[in-house]
């Protein structure tokens, strides 16, 4: 089935046209149209992502990134549509609130056959709410003209089915990106690392999930911006601070701070990354002296104690839920470092275990990963209707 799939639940505008295969012990995807518009460059200005202005660009960019997803997946015609009163009516009302998007999604799909797809999945949450509701409300009007059954996304579920998807190598007279899930081992545990969330959710059979731990304060992503901003380094902080503690490493000498791996040796699988980035203010404040050149080995030792404690916390939920599989995914899950500790941990201790994380562009947010998910949930038809779906900004996973 051919699902097209929408994503704003924060700073990226994203929609991709895949075509999903199989069921779900052997899926395949073919990615027939992909695209994002990052709006790191806007919120930059402002240190991190503001929910209003996140909303506003969501809404100017759906339509171009719908045309640009449709044109790449060759499922662009141009045809003079005629759309009912009623439908018009409906759609209008959905849509009241961004007067320009409703402007711009009539002039274009007044123009174009409705396109060849099966259903249209969409990113309901977690997230900010205002960048979610553009979205939702966008699938809706979709939906509802070109009548195809919506499927409601969890974002994080998104994250979870993307990393555990590998790209498949084609012949190469293709160039579409062919993704592959199967011979997955139960229980998977994901360690989902993201800008709003830190979570160890087991897997024992597809889409049921049970919490194992969670942070209690920060995110892990929110402390890599936030020590950022810190350091004086730009958003989003986490390929900043990656970059920096690289340089670090490769000068082999040993970093003069030392900060605390906050709860890593507690009985429970919760994190709390607050404590850590309170420290880093401390260590700034208490050394006024604290050079440019010293920055890299505060984001070195700060890396090292993340890393440290997602490292000692998924471990542990290994050991208790017997995990076959681990996956990383979220857009934390893009670092390097991260990578590497976690790619020794289980070659070196737990071999039997297969380790998934999420390969390049598929790790930060995207549209590919909310259509897998959606076409997982498809299997078991779970389907939405314009009239059920909605946006839930804490929707949880367990
Ligand atoms: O999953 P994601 O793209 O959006 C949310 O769902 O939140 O994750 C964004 C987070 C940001 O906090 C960003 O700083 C972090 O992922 N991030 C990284 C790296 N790339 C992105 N953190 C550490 N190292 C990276 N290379
Ligand atoms: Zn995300």
Redesign the pocket.
């Known amino acids: 089935m051919k699902i097209l799939a929408i994503e704003t ?2 700073d ?1 505008t994203a929609i991709a046209i895949l075509e999903c295969e199989g069921d779900e012990k052997s899926a395949r995807f073919t990615v027939l149209g992909n695209a994002l518009f990052s709006q790191i460059e806007i919120h930059k200005e402002y240190g991190g992502v503001f929910p209003a202005l996140a909303k506003r660009e969501h809404a100017k960019n759906l339509v171009p990134i719908l045309e640009a997803a449709l044109e790449e997946a060759e499922l662009l015609h141009e045809d003079t549509q005629a759309i009912p009163e009623e439908k018009h009516d409906r759609i209008a009302t959905i849509l009241s609130r961004e007067p320009d998007l409703t402007e711009a999604f009539f002039d274009f799909t007044g123009e174009c056959e409705p396109p060849l797809i099966d259903a249209i999945a969409v990113t309901a949450g977690p ?1 900010l709410e205002p960048a979610l509701w553009v979205g939702l409300n966008f699938a809706k009007a979709l939906a509802i003209l070109w009548g195809k059954p919506l499927i409601s996304v969890n ?1 994080m579920e998104g ?1 979870l089915i993307a990393a555990l998807a590998g790209r498949k190598h084609m012949p190469p007279q293709t160039d579409r990106s062919v993704f592959e899930i199967s011979g997955v081992k139960m229980p998977v545990l994901a360690l989902l690392i ?4 830190t979570e160890l959710v087991c897997m024992r059979e597809w889409l049921t999930y049970e919490l194992i731990g969670q942070t209690r304060d920060d995110a892990a ?2 402390a ?2 936030k020590v950022a901003r810190m350091l004086e380094l730009p958003y ?4 900043e ?2 970059r920096l503690s690289e340089e670090a490493r490769e000068t082999q000498e040993k970093s003069p701070y030392t900060l605390p791996r906050p709860m890593l040796h507690d009985a429970t699988c919760d994190f709390s990354f607050a404590g850590l980035k309170t420290s880093v203010l401390y260590l700034l404040r208490d050394n006024p002296s604290i050079r440019e050149g010293d920055k890299k080995h505060i984001a070195r030792e700060f890396e090292d104690a993340v890393a440290d404690v997602l490292l000692g916390k998924t471990t542990r939920a290994l050991d208790m839920t017997g995990a076959q599989t681990l996956v990383i995914g ?3 899950s ?3 470092h ?1 990578r590497r500790v976690f790619t020794k941990k289980i070659e070196n201790e737990y071999p039997y275990v297969t380790l998934c994380i999420s390969i390049g562009p598929l ?3 995207n549209a590919i990963m909310i259509a897998l998910a959606g076409f997982y949930r498809a299997l078991r038809d779970d389907f939405s209707t314009p009239d059920s779906i909605t946006v839930n900004g804490n929707r949880s996973l367990a």
Do not use: K, R
């Open positions: 639940s924060c990226e997230g974002h994250h993201s800008g709003g969330h992503g929110e890599f911006d989003p902080g986490g390929p601070i990656s979220g857009g934390v893009a670092n390097t991260i790790a930060t947010d």
